[in-house]
């Protein structure tokens, strides 16, 4: 440091060299402070400052979630309906296989479904790219990989599948092997099924809908029926709590199912559902007022209109009052209680009740009423007896749920909902009322008397309809006998439906395929089962309080008219 | 002059050592996430097909096949479902001043002297099988 004072003078040359140096050292000193202060800043910045875009605590990655491919299909109770397995598929890339022909034969050893031409055939094209078998089991990967085969690989893939088998094929419905819903929710719902990760609540019970497929079945084997429709609606809020179709599929085993076995009776295949019609005619004959629970009709002769001949089934062929009518299902009596309405009347009540257009279930399958064009009087008089109007069995049932829950109808569902729809009124509130009291007493003393369940109030229609056969004529061979009934007839609860589909009449019934022979006594099985289930509580029918309730002034059977009418 | 050139050099080195331990230990710490994330995936997939063989199993028929082959449930009935109002009035207590068993778990004197409140029968579960 002593140095220092003896300043080093410098001429020319060197003196020019040094400034120069010193120059570009005070250059490269401020580059490098610059550089360091930016720096500095910088972690001033990130350490004190902070960065407000930085999420303060770490959080989960989204990928973490589980893909589920499709989302779960559940009953009202989470039960799971259809859900979507990760398996593996086989593929190939042709180039790569050596041998087509050995390879192929020996994969037809481990998966004998596979034909050994075919696959050959696949091995030695030309494409790079060949589905060899879709959703393969875990062993059989296993199997194929100890083949040791070159140019074969896997690829998971989603495979829908259906634990409950059978059970709901014609709700849910079933996908295509590329994961596309083809029938039932499955296809109305493939949108949010295929977006979503949460599973998709049906309205559907699957306890309920165990038993009445069980019941319906039992029926269609014991009448060697053809096949049979089975539904339980909630007649407060439209909710569907079971819908059998029979016969039914395995919507695991696709590409195998017999195309009948597709047909959903239930919702698509529209029939004439003959005396269960009885209910709207005489609810609309109440409501307008054109007959009363004490007028009568006389049921004397047979109606003769046109080359037509409509008679009663269980004749009386005497003056019927209203709940004669209904109890003893006189066509005769109902005729007339539908001309007295007027063909206008009918048609803007049946309009109400939504028996003109498809029923609002979320399914693909709805079928489209065949209603009479142009409605003459003589549709007025068929349809009063429910002939002429062919409707799905949906379509009953929610008009049955109408009629008798107060008069409000609610469009039908299959989803699970807490808020169920305001609806619409279609009668009053009394007429609702009479129309408990008739369904109850066709239970009690009328034709549905097999319907009757101990406990539970039942009240209900039978139906026997001729089907329609080749040319406008009905084959009277062949009927389709249903029973349609709502309990508690006290504060109804639940309207049930069973359907049998040319049932055959057996020696215990005395060769009666009629509604009150074939579908009643499932109704009493299905209900009697159900109903603790349900929650519906069993009250003793002979209480004074259901008594009032459901009480109806009858004339004296043996004719004798009571001089209140 | 050096004294603070070490101690410099010294606080840049721990510095530096500890950022290298920091690094390492947030790395280790993003590798075991993304294991626990994929055992949390393998799990909930597990889970997922576990669920669905749960239901497979418990279909309502399954279920009733085999209620039938080793139980002796049968569809319970109407007249076994009953309400509080349907019970018969309860014996009125005498004394009621501790409201029947004594503190100490033993029947006061006055309602065991009693007559034994007749036994009901045992229920009798058959095997009915339905049709």
């Known amino acids: 440091m002593k140095n220092r004072s003896e300043t080093v003078r410098l001429e020319g040359h060197a003196k020019q060299a040094i400034e120069t140096g010193r120059n570009r050292l005070i250059l490269a000193g401020c580059l490098v402070a610059l550089a360091f202060a930016t720096v500095g800043a910088r972690v001033i910045e990130l350490s004190a400052i902070g960065d407000s875009s930085e999420p303060g605590v770490a959080s989960v990655d989204p990928d973490a979630q589980l893909t589920v491919g499709r989302a779960d299909i559940v009953d009202r109770d989470g039960l799971l309906l259809a859900t979507s397995l990760r398996t593996p598929s086989l593929y190939a890339d042709p180039k790569e296989v050596l041998d087509a022909e050995e390879a192929a034969f020996r994969l037809s050893t481990v998966l004998p479904d596979i034909n050994p031409a075919e696959t050959a055939a696949k091995l030695s094209s030309d494409r790079r790219f060949v589905w060899l078998k879709r959703n393969l089991t875990p062993r059989e990967q296993q199997e194929v990989n100890s083949l040791g085969i070159p140019g074969l690989h896997f690829q998971d893939e989603w495979k829908r599948i259906y634990p409950q088998g059978p059970l709901t094929a014609h709700a849910v419905g079933f996908t295509d092997v590329d994961d596309h819903g083809i029938a039932g929710v499955e296809r109305s719902f493939d949108d949010v099924l295929r977006g979503g990760r949460d599973p998709l609540h049906l309205s559907i019970d699957l306890r309920v809908q165990h038993i009445v497929r069980e019941e319906l079945l039992h029926q269609i084997t014991t009448f060697s029926a053809i096949g049979g429709a089975g539904v339980v609606l909630d007649a407060n809020t439209g909710e569907t709590i079971a819908m059998v179709s029979l016969p039914d599929f395995d919507p695991n085993v696709p590409g195998q199912m017999d195309p009948d076995t597709l047909f959903n009776r239930a919702t698509l295949g529209v029939y004439e559902m003959g005396s269960t019609f009885k209910i709207f005619n005489t609810a609309m004959a109440l409501d307008a007022g054109t007959a009363t629970m004490r007028s009568g009709y006389d049921a004397t002769h047979p109606i003769r209109i046109a080359r037509f001949t409509i008679n009663d089934d269980h004749a009386k062929a005497r003056w019927l009052s209203v709940p004669e009518i209904f109890k003893y299902s006189s066509n005769i009596g109902s005729v007339k209680m539908a001309l007295d309405v007027g063909t206008e009347g009918q048609r803007a009540f049946m309009a109400k009740l939504g028996m003109l257009r498809e029923t609002a279930i979320e399914l693909p399958e709805r079928g489209r009423p065949m209603v009479p064009s142009p409605w003459r009087p003589i549709n007025t008089m068929t349809i009063a007896f429910g002939h002429g109007l062919a409707v799905s069995p949906m379509h009953l049932v929610g008009g049955v749920a109408a009629v008798v829950n107060g008069g409000i109808r609610r469009p039908v569902t299959l989803l699970a909902s807490d808020i169920p729809s305001p609806g619409q009124r279609i009668i009053s509130q009394k007429t609702s009322e009479n129309m408990r009291r008739l369904m109850r007493l066709v239970v009690e003393e009328g034709t549905g008397r097999k319907a009757d369940t101990p406990g539970y109030v039942v009240g209900g229609k039978t139906g026997t309809a001729e089907k329609a056969g080749g040319r406008g004529g009905y084959k009277h061979k062949s009927l389709m006998s249903s029973f349609v009934a709502a309990f508690p007839m006290q504060d109804p609860q639940y309207v049930v439906l069973i359907m049998v589909d040319e049932p055959k009449g057996t020696k215990e019934s005395y060769g009666y395929a009629t509604g009150g022979w074939v579908a009643a006594p499932a109704v009493s099985r299905i209900i009697a089962r159900s109903a603790p289930l349900l929650g519906v509580a069993p009250v003793d029918p002979e209480s004074p309080e259901i008594r009032r309730d459901l009480m109806i002034e009858q004339p004296a059977e043996g004719g004798k008219r009571l001089a209140s009418f | ?131």
């Open chain 2, 1 to 131: 002059m050096r004294r603070s050139t070490i101690l410099w050099f010294l606080i840049a080195t721990c510095l530096g050592v500890a950022l290298f331990l920091v690094k390492h230990e947030v790395q280790r710490r993003e590798e075991q996430l993304a294991a626990l994330h994929r055992q949390i995936l393998a799990s909930q997939e597990a889970i997922h097909v576990l669920e669905a063989e749960w239901s497979y199993l418990n279909r309502p028929d399954r279920i009733e096949a085999l209620v039938r082959r080793h139980l002796n449930l049968v569809p319970l009935e109407t007249k076994r479902i009953g309400s509080l109002e349907m019970l018969p009035m309860r014996l009125p207590v005498p004394d009621s001043g501790d409201g029947g068993t004594g503190a100490d778990g033993t029947v006061p004197p006055t309602l065991a002297a009693l007559p034994p409140l007749p036994v009901g029968r045992p229920l009798v579960l058959t095997r009915e099988v339905r049709r």
